[in-house]
């Protein structure tokens, strides 16, 4: 069976027993602060499982990617160094939510691996929760696997929720006997030991606590089945290769890479390895930057850029001399696309985001390559690099602690890593920000006993609503009072809460007793809005009835903004083509932002026919209508679908233009106008690169636009009258000054030159001989930097056997040139070693060639001691 067999007869076996298929969720989990990616298949069940939502059905299963590359799940220090450890995968699960426990998971694992696919049940091997009796007997009695090949483990048995808290339980595992050949040949080698000698096919998680935030356990109210498989390591089961990297789901991207890299895969144990790492490094970059995820140097961006240079330098120590790791994603497209449908659109996307950055980082990778290489150099083996230098290398060259360690190991050298993460926590300490509220109040764990809130806003502004809950920095309390900052959780609300780009609604909640202004409102995984404020007067109590009342002309700004961004996405696909497809966006009520995939900055030109084709559909006044469909029938009819965005079975498509004259169709959750009219005036304010292959406009739009438009007219006013034109007059203007400064600079450099040479010839008089040599210095205060190098250049070339070391004070900073003629260099002259010395004397630093160097300090103190040096440094550098 290939990948592709083997994923689908899994979906269909549990079809056969009344699972829903629900569709993978995206790697980043929808409102879950707990987790940077998706990394199990139950995560996007958490909710299920904690009986916070309805629940529309008891059985589900599911093929999910998950990325597994930072926090304590992150799997990638082992990634390509065992043959069953990866940063993507796809996880094969079941799920019960308070239906089927135990006995079917067990049975149904054994049926599907022995009788579906046919695996020797002699190499299959369970294992228990020490204390799990009821599993263990039923592996016994009704499976009827020998007793020899089932084990019983504690902390390996029992499986902890995903991000900390919620559904936990005891866990049953079954393992598939890989060969002696894989083992470690140790005689306590065990099912579960380290080594490769036996392999964890299938998870079967049986939930049956919700821990809390601080550990305690509690029953789960939908106590279930979670279970999870690895397809990748399920293949290496069926397919009877040597490893994962053998089987169908990774071999057609390694062949790609033998070409890129001209390497055999086979020829060493450390080509296979740094191959494999390239390989899998590959595919997550490939379906974290299909969803939009970018690097950067914080949370997510940061993982993918760690990915990303990860791989760049195992692709590096192939023989890697250019940038090329973005041809990988082809042939990740072509083993996945079929499935993932949102890859085959995306793949130039990533294509050109991963080029760029290998782009930016290629050269100062080599830098510092070189630079740990040296490093490595001072250290014995056995020995210790420090971590202040580990830090160095991460923070000057990008060289991520991994890579450090990884290649100091080649060499048999250990990393201080405790030592590198004092060095990191104290620059954090000099750069932290203050926290947001949001990380202040402990919102997690204190909400379970509350319903989810019901979301009116999109209909009205106010509402007669109840208080369920309110959170202090003290936690859950019954009261708040006046001055008191803190999280107040309604029945009902007209407040937005933040979501798909779009900022969260402002305003008041009042009661007869007290008043609560809403900064910011958000919403939790489970349905709960957070409205975030505090206590103005008075004192707000759990329990109290109030009336919630958005800030109208806030919500009105943000939806001018959103509309506009609908038809801002419209004017682009019509202006650049299809291909310019959402990337990201920003609304809030002061501008909106918008990242689309585009790989050159749009012409002047093709900004202001954007702005006209947004201008036009807002004279037109089209209709604002919305309207929930199917999700597939709305990408059928044309929807645009921003990848990432957790959408569910049905979405709300807000539609702009008559019905079946639609000019835009969007899956879209956010608040909009009723026509196109509102939006009002409407202009770019910038266009910009972001990263590679996605630009970024921001947009103003209603009273912004306004307020943009009169600010413009104000520089202009003010320009014109400094410069007594008017505006039309304005740019030939401002150019012939330009033209006129530039005359002017060039004159005065021309003059400074002269000048300085004339005053460099005058010192020739007071030449002192070194040998054979003449060393003429000497402070040409005030000239430019430029200046005193050709008088340096000129001195040297007329007199070759003089040595000559100017300086300059311009601008307050110290600048060394020395040149040595070529008599003066064959006498044993040196200008890149005697600039040097010079300019430590104040501080600086610097060198260059035998003939020709500079040097530089950051203060002009001390220059004349600094030359009265130069003569002792020569005689010296001549003498020997």
């Known amino acids: 069976m290939n990948s592709s067999d083997l994923r689908q007869s899994f979906l269909d076996f549990f079809v056969e027993r009344g699972h829903k298929i629900a569709a993978p969720a995206p790697l980043v989990p929808a409102a879950d602060p707990t987790l940077l990616f998706t990394t199990a298949g139950m995560v996007q069940f958490k909710p299920h499982f904690a009986g916070t939502v309805e629940l ?29 450890h ?25 049926v599907y691996l022995t009788e579906v696919l046919k695996l020797d049940a002699e190499r299959l091997y369970a294992t228990v929760h020490v204390d799990d009796d009821e599993a263990a007997a039923i592996w016994l009695e009704e499976v009827g696997i020998p007793a020899e090949r089932l084990s019983r483990y504690d902390e390996d048995n029992f499986w902890g929720p995903a991000g900390g808290v919620g559904a936990c339980g005891p866990s049953s595992e079954i393992h598939y006997y890989a060969g002696e050949e894989y083992g470690c040949g140790r005689d306590d080698c065990h099912v579960n030991c380290d080594c490769d000698r036996f392999l964890e096919v299938w998870n079967l998680v049986f939930p049956q606590f919700d821990q809390q935030p601080d550990g305690s356990r509690l029953p789960l109210k939908n106590r279930g089945i979670d279970t999870g498989m690895g397809l990748e390591r399920l293949a290496f089961a069926v397919q009877g290769v040597e490893d994962n990297f053998h089987t169908d789901l990774f071999l057609p991207i390694i062949k790609r890479a033998e070409e890129i890299l001209k390497k055999d895969y086979g020829a060493d144990g450390r080509t296979r390895s740094s191959m494999n790492i390239v390989a899998d490094h590959a595919r997550a970059l490939t379906f974290a930057v299909a969803e939009n995820v970018l690097p950067s140097n914080e949370g997510r961006g940061y993982v993918v ?27 990740v497209v072509d083993v996945m696309g079929d499935v993932y449908k949102h890859l085959p659109p995306q793949r130039s996307f990533a294509e050109g985001v991963i080029r760029g950055e290998e782009e930016n980082y290629f050269s100062t990778l080599s830098r510092g390559m070189d630079r740990l290489r040296a490093k490595l150099a001072t250290v014995k083996k056995g020995g210790i690099l420090p971590g202040e230098t580990a830090f160095t290398l991460y923070d000057t060259y990008g060289l991520p602690l991994e890579v450090t360690a990884e290649v100091a190991e080649w060499d048999g050298i250990e990393v201080d890593e405790a030592g590198f993460g004092e060095a990191m926590a104290a620059q954090r300490h000099r750069s932290r920000a203050a926290a947001t509220a949001a990380d202040q109040l402990p919102i997690t764990g204190n909400l379970d006993d509350v319903p989810p809130t019901a979301f009116i806003g999109y209909e009205n502004l106010t509402a007669a609503a109840k208080v369920l809950a309110i959170i202090t920095a003290a936690g859950r309390v019954k009261e708040a ?5 803190a999280v107040v959780v309604l029945d009902m609300t007209p407040f937005y809460a933040e979501a798909g780009g779009q900022d969260g609604d402002a305003g008041l909640i009042t009661s007869d007793d007290a008043t609560f202004d809403v900064d910011e409102t958000t919403k939790t995984a489970a349905g709960h809005h957070l409205h975030f404020g505090a206590v103005k007067e008075g004192a707000l109590e759990e329990g109290f009835v109030v009336t919630a009342e958005v800030d109208r002309g806030r919500r009105l700004a943000v939806a001018r903004h959103h509309t506009g961004t609908h038809l801002l996405h419209a004017a682009l696909r019509e202006v650049l083509g299809e291909g310019a497809t959402q990337s990201g966006s920003y609304v809030g009520p002061a501008y909106l932002r918008f990242d689309f995939a585009s790989s050159r900055a749009l012409e002047a030109a093709e900004v202001e026919e ?38 569910g079975e049905r979405g709300r498509v807000v539609c702009i233009g008559a019905e079946g004259e639609e000019l835009s169709l969007e899956l879209c959750g956010g608040t909009h106008l009723c026509n196109t009219g509102e939006v009002g005036p409407f202009y770019v304010v910038k266009e910009e690169a972001i990263a590679a292959g996605v630009r970024r406009i921001e947009a103003v739009a209603g009273e912004a636009a306004l307020a943009y438009a009169q600010k413009m007219r104000r520089i ?3 320009s014109s009258r400094i410069i007594k034109t008017g505006w039309e007059d304005l740019p030939s203007r401002v150019q012939g000054a330009l033209d006129d400064r530039r005359e002017l600079e060039k004159k005065l450099r021309q003059y400074t030159s002269k000048d300085a040479s004339a005053r460099a010839a005058g010192l020739l008089e007071g030449a002192v001989k070194v040998g054979p040599v003449r060393l003429v210095t000497g402070l040409l205060a005030g000239a430019a930097a430029d200046a005193v190098k050709e008088a340096a250049s000129s001195l040297i070339a007329a007199h070759p056997d003089v040595v000559a070391v100017f300086a300059t004070d311009e601008g307050g900073k110290a600048t060394f040139y020395a040149g040595a003629g070529e008599a003066a260099v064959k006498a044993g002259a040196h200008t890149g070693n005697l600039v040097r010395e010079v300019a430590r004397v104040v501080g600086g630093g610097g060198g260059g060639k035998a003939d020709f160097a500079q040097a530089g300090a950051k203060t002009a103190q001390g220059l004349e001691e600094a030359l009265g040096k130069t003569e002792s440094i020569l005689r010296a550098m001549i003498d020997a």
């Not at 599911?62 to 926090?71: D, E, H, I, K, Y």
């Open 481 to 485: 009072t006046e001055g008191t900052e």
């Open 86 to 110: 990866h940063t993507l995968f796809e996880m094969l699960g079941n799920f019960s939510f308070g239906d089927y426990f135990k006995r079917e998971a067990v049975v149904w694992g054994w």
């Open 716 to 718: 202009l006013d003010d």
């Open 305 to 331: 850029r760690k990915l990303l240079r990860r791989a760049l330098l195992h692709a590096y120590l192939l023989g890697l001399e250019e940038p090329a790791l973005h041809r990988l994603v082809e042939p």
């Open 610 to 647: 954007v702005e006209a084709r947004v201008a036009r559909n807002v004279m037109a006044d089209l209709p604002v209508w919305w309207t929930d469909m199917e999700v597939e029938e709305a990408k059928a009819r044309g929807a645009m679908a921003l990848f990432g965005e957790k959408y």
């Open 56 to 84: 529309t059905f008891a059985r589900a299963a599911s093929c999910q990617p998950c990325l597994r590359a930072g926090g304590k799940d992150s799997d990638l220090a082992l990634v390509g160094h065992t043959l069953r």
